[in-house]
């Protein structure tokens, strides 16, 4: 059994050969997210507890290396009302992007952090039913969950709203280079100066996580990928955590 360990920014020197995804994916099946997400497989997806909570621990382990990136300089005082995997561990005050949130189950982690979050999702039907679940009902009567029908490329917030954007198990959706740069200047749009991006990915090789990081970093952010499990395909976990850089004085001419 290998070991296991984790690794950051740079994928040189990985011992695993099999890195390229060779199986088919959701993605793979279907030209955009609305044609394979039909009413029935949303309904299959908010039947499953399980799929729910695979996402809490993505997103969870997300916040887990973003800390470790770039720590909050201080949090709030208080405490949040307690959701899914709240430990009482961080407690942070500001505004979340939860990019592709589906469902929402990567936006309960958030919430139950203290953030208010926009959940932005493309389909309509995802962002209606995310009030089937009981764990968010609470919130949107708060003010605190805020589901937004967008597209991740063209996102529809003021600049620098955001202390945070956020995605899990959803980007893989972006085929195209020019998709996921355009997906990078709009997260970088949105993020205010010293906001913090995290980012889970189910990328299909190790060429196309450095393809969306490089992209993210000519945007104006700085950090690295993060990869948890690297030797094990099956279990290896790919994430991109970063900060954006602060806004630069522009010499006078």
């Known amino acids: 059994m290998p070991k296991q360990r984790d690794k950051e920014d ?43 909570r695979i996402q809490h621990t993505i997103a969870a382990k997300t916040l887990d290396h ?33 990019v592709g949130c589906g469902l929402g189950f990567s936006s309960d982690m958030l919430l139950a952090e203290g953030y208010v979050v926009a959940g932005v999702d493309i389909i309509p039907e995802m962002l209606l039913r995310t009030r089937d679940r009981d764990l968010v009902e609470p919130w949107l009567v708060a003010g605190r969950y805020h589901p937004v029908l967008a597209s991740a490329t063209d996102l529809p917030f003021r600049p620098g709203s955001f202390d945070l954007a956020f995605s899990v198990a959803a980007l893989q959706w972006l085929h195209t280079t020019g998709v996921k740069s355009a997906l990078a200047r709009a997260v970088a749009n949105v993020v205010s100066p010293n906001g913090r991006l995290g980012f889970h990915l189910f990328p299909k090789s190790k060429e196309d996580a450095i393809e969306l990081g490089t992209m993210l970093k000519d945007a104006g952010f700085e950090g690295g990928i993060q990869i948890d499990n690297v030797d094990n395909p099956r279990k290896r976990r790919v994430f991109v955590v970063m900060k954006k850089v602060g806004e630069r004085k522009v010499p006078k001419t």
């Open 10 to 52: 740079s994928f040189e020197d990985d011992p695993s050969d099999d890195w390229v995804v060779l199986s088919t994916r959701p993605e793979d099946e279907s030209d955009d997210p609305a044609s394979y997400w039909t009413s029935d497989a949303i309904d299959r997806l908010l039947a499953s507890k399980g799929q729910a």
């Open 66 to 98: 973003l800390d470790e990136v770039a720590p909050l300089a201080t949090r709030a005082t208080g405490a949040p009302s307690q959701g899914a995997g709240w430990s009482g561990e961080r407690l942070v005050s500001g505004l979340a992007l939860d």
